[in-house]
Every structure is written in structure tokens, then in C-alpha cells.
């Protein structure tokens, strides 16, 4: 029953490409949507998936209204019901957790469970508040479907939406959609995420279907009915639905019923047939410029697709020889990538003759494509090697390293000294342990991994990239005389910024470095326009860390964390003030001023009034919207002043410059 379970799984993930055939003496699928408004078989197919489920439905006149936007008590109701806990998150609904989410609101429970409940998948505003009734963007709805899935701020790192956005890339949750973080999501383009969602994995590797529930064995469903269940030629007698509806698009389709614990049908997920739909867990290395050999393959026949190289749109004639090559049913597109990294082979599972993970880049694990085992298993931890990475960031082969696939990795170092890859339009964070990324905040890398040799810290190979910028013109989207995509990817410092965020002309002197592809335009921008000078109120974290240069020795440096992503890293000799709330002042990469913040210890609730205000030495002090709350029990930075004030019965305050900077809980 596994191997069938995880053959299944591989057919599902080509749910959306294209509409099942069935054989020759069985009914032909429907035409016609459930929903009369919906015209795109993609956005169709996935509705339909999701009202089986119970997880969304029509209006009062059966409409879906694909094209209106989603608030965000709306899309919580979406992730509780997808979640099977509509009967657990009544037991939320007397409670008031936001003040504009009374226990009146038609939400409440399914906000409160998301917010309270087991897995605790959304957070408030820094003012305490929630917004349910505020459009959801479509960062903050791939931060809670990604939190569905296991993974944690830990994960994403201290950029958002950034950092989740690139994890919604690789774990498969955002395929299909480009759209920036501040964005509003339509209800069609929801539908898509969650569809993404439910055949992605966990972060611990399951499939997400699994945790919701079994799929049968493969068979056709031949009718759908409220009363009698859902019919298949299996179960002729039907199967009790646990959201029951009337009629699908799905009848007279192959494919396999969830059910969950009490063997009721949650959904029924049709199956691609006959080859259609193309290869999931594959990828074409192109053998030459512009070749198609293998794509056919590849797409499974498809026609009328678009290319897509390092996330911007090109054509065929653009590629290049190694370039790998994945197709996406869901939008009809190959997704290109031409990232070579050239890397130390350090280890792999389950073994080097078939590896399907593998460990380089200084402890970083990456995933081996099937149709890519062949070409590893030439090599042997211990050898060097040049990685072809697809746009997901998987392993799509292995070359000798003798200039035959010359490597072209380019990396980007946050201010924190994380080192992100850029992969086919998508960032890959690495480990890189052993690497020295002292004083590389906010550079582009070219990024080489060596063999160990005898010198030590000289395993990799970082050499800052500079150049191609010109003015750039951000109303006529030029930069000099060559045009910029609209496409374009912007970092400043390592963040990456939305183009919305920047007006007129950005001079040559604050662009580090512009690549130009294949059409001649800009799609790759490093801007040099943050700074670490200013002051900064936050929590003081002392580190030693060893130079490149054998003859220095340890460096020490201190990092002040303002809780908001805001961070200065600066090399430091004076006292250990680690751990301790500071205000500091940071001018041309030195700490001119660091001083300990004044604490009020043990503030009790009867102190504040409200979460805008605080009474301190008899005197009434603001409290900002957005003051950093920190949790000293779990060592992490906390989402308001209300999640604050309900996690302890007293709080600590720290304050300078007339002003309360920060918040701490816990510790004793």
C-alpha cells in the first residue's frame, strides 16, 4: 500500500496540468465547472478540490467570484476547515484574543483556534490588534500556509515577507504565482495556493495529504451525492462525505478518495493519465544552445508553453548548453535555471551509487533529482564536482570540474552573515560552515567550494561581484541604454526589495552590480542604498569568530538585534555586554556610543492602560505600536505587546532616550 501511496502522490502533483482522459467505456469527465463564474479549467479543477473539502464555497447564488480579493478572518475559516478542525475551533469562539475580533464576530472561532489553538499558525499586529476584515496580501498567506506545514520564522530568517516567500518557492507553495509580498490575492489565486499547499511536503518531509488523511487505491468516481456519498466503481455502495455537496467536475474520473480517521470521503483527487501532464521529479539538461531534445518528454506532450529563465520570461533560442530544465503543469511553463556551483563532495544517503540527498557546500543538504542519480554516481564524497541546480534548487546532475560546465554561482550575504544562492529565480540558503562572511553584509558573491587543503578557513572561494550599473531610471524601467525587466530582482544590503519601493532615479554609485540576460535586459539588481549608521535600541549578542587571516586570529564582534529585522553587526573590543538591552550608536562600521538601557522590573498588569500605555514612576508613558517584545524563555522576539502581557503576569521595560525601547518577558 505505500509504494502505491507514493505512486499516487506522483500523479496527483499533475492535478492541474491538464484534465484526466478516461477510458474509452467510461463516462466522459464533465465540461462545466461547479461554479458557473469560473472560466479557467486550472482555477476549476482547484475550486473544485477545495469545496469537496468543505474548505471553501459559493455565495448565495453558487458563484465562486474568482477575480475578488480574500480578508483575512476569510482565510483563516479556509485554513481551519482545510485543517479538519472546524468542531475544535468552536470551543475558541468565547474567547477574545484581539480587541477587534470580539466573540460577536462572525470569525472568532476559526481566528482564535488560528491564533491559539494546537498548531498556532497566525499572529497580530504589533498594535495587538488583527484586521479580519483587511484583505490578506500574498505574503502574509504563504507565511500561514508555510506555518501549516511545520516551518517556523526559524526558517524563514528576519526578513519578511522575503524570507517566506523564497521558502513558498522552494517547498512548491507559491508554483504557479508571481506576486509580491504586498500584494492582495484574488480568490482564484488563493485556491491555487492551497492546492499547492495540500501536495507539498511538511518541513519534516511527509506529504501534507498524509497528515490529513489516506488515499484509497486508484479508481473512478462515477457520481457525487450528499445523501449516498461519493460513488466509485470500487465502492458502488458509496462513501459517507464529511462535508457533503452535490455533483462534481470530477465524475467519470480516474483517480483516489481521501478519507480521514472515521472513514469518511474528505475530497477525491483525480490522477493524470496515459503520460499527460509531463514529469514532476524530473529535469532536462540541455545538451546544446537552444536544444528541445528531452522537452517533449518532459512536458508529456504539452503544447503552447512559455519559458521561464532565472525567474523572468525568455524563449528557447535563449538557453544555453546546461542549462536544466523543469516543466510546471500547473501554469504550462518550463521553469530554466543556470546555476553551476562548483562544490567539495562532503557526504550523501543513501549511498554514493544511488544518492538521493546529498551534503556540500560546508553542511548543507540538497536533494538529488531522480532522473540526476545516474550522473552523481561517477563521484565519491571526497571528489570535487560542478553541481547543475534546477529553478527549485534540487540536484539536476554533476560534471567533472575540468571547465567543461563552468561554474557561475552567485551568492548573497544578509547582514547577519547568512549566504543565500540565487537558483533559477529563487534564493537557496545555505550552511556554508567553515566560510568567513566577516564584513560581507549586503555583497553578491561569486561562490566557489574548494577541497580542504592545510590552510585553514581557505575552503571557499567568496569573490565580492561589482559592475554593469548604470542610473537607473525606475519610471522608464532603463538603466543606462539597456532596458530593465519588469521582472527585475532588487537586494539592497541582502533584502530583497519589491520595485514598488523605489521612485526616479537611483544612481549609478548606489547600484553594486546589474546582470544583463539573454534579451539584453537587467533582471538582476544589487543595491548599496542601507546603511548601519543610525542608533539602535535592542538586545546586545556577543560572538568570536575566526578571520580569514591566520595572523588576526579571533575577531570579536556585536550584533544589537532590534527585533524588527533591524540589526548592526560591528567588530567590537571593549566589555562583554552580551545579552544585555543597549542602546547603541553606530557610525562608519563603529559603536561611537554604547550604553545599558534603563529597566523597570516586574511591571504588573495593573500598570498599563490598555496596550497604548503604561504608568511608570507615577508618570503615564506611551507605549509604540511596534516596540520590540522580547521572550526570554525561548530566546525569540515576540509578536506584539498583547502577546506580551498574556504570556506573564508581569513585564520588564527598557528605556532611553525618553522613550520606552523595549519589552522582556520571562527568564526568572
Known sequence: MKKIWITMLLALALLLGTVPVSGASRTPPPTGASFPDISDPDTARSAE?????????????GLFRPAEGLTRAQFCKMCVALLGRRDE??????????????????????????????????????????????????????????????????????????????????AGVSEGLSLGGDDAIRRSQAAALFRNCLFARTREGESFLETLGTLSEETVLLRVNGREGLVTEAQPEGIPMAWPVEGSIFEGLPGCVLTDAAGRALSFLPAARNGSGG????????????????????????????????????????????????????????QVSDTRVAVYYEDCSPSPSAPEEIEVLGGTYLTVLPTARESLSRFRPGDTMVLLLAADGRVAGAMPSDGEAEENALALVDLDGGVRLLCGGGLLPLTLNGANTLGLGGELLRLRQKAPGSVPNKQFRLERQSGGGAAWDTAAMTMGKFPVSPYVQIFDHGKKIDRKQLSGTVPAAQISYARRNGQGEVDLVVLNTASQDGVYYGLARLSVEMSDDPWLGELHFLTVDCGNGRTAKVQYMGSSPDGVFVRAEVRRERYTALEEMTEYKDIPASAWLGDGAVMLEGLTRPVPADLPCYNRDTGRWMTGVAAAKAYSETVDLYTADGAIRVLAVGGR
Open 49 to 61: 478540490l477545495l469545496r469537496l473539502m468543505g474548505v471553501l464555497q459559493g455565495d448565495e447564488r
Open 89 to 170: 475551533a468552536t470551543r475558541f469562539a468565547g474567547r477574545t484574543i484581539f480587541p477587534d475580533v470580539r466573540g460577536e464576530h462572525w470569525a472568532a472561532a476559526y481566528v482564535n483556534y488560528a491564533a491559539a489553538g494546537e498548531l498556532r499558525f497566525v499572529h497580530g499586529r504589533p498594535d495587538g490588534s488583527f484586521g479580519p476584515d483587511e484583505s490578506i496580501t500574498y505574503g502574509e498567506a504563504v507565511t500561514i500556509l508555510l506555518r501549516l506545514l511545520g516551518y517556523s520564522d526559524a526558517d524563514a530568517g528576519p526578513y519578511w515577507p522575503e524570507g517566506y516567500l523564497s521558502l513558498a518557492r522552494s
Open 279 to 334: 514529469q514532476p521529479d524530473a529535469a532536462v539538461v540541455l545538451s546544446a544552445d537552444g536544444s528541445e531534445l528531452g522537452l517533449d518528454t518532459l512536458t508529456g506532450g504539452a503544447v503552447g508553453w512559455q519559458v521561464w529563465r532565472n525567474g523572468v520570461p525568455s524563449a528557447l533560442s535563449e538557453l544555453r548548453r546546461f542549462d536544466v530544465v523543469q516543466y510546471r503543469p500547473s501554469d504550462n511553463t518550463l
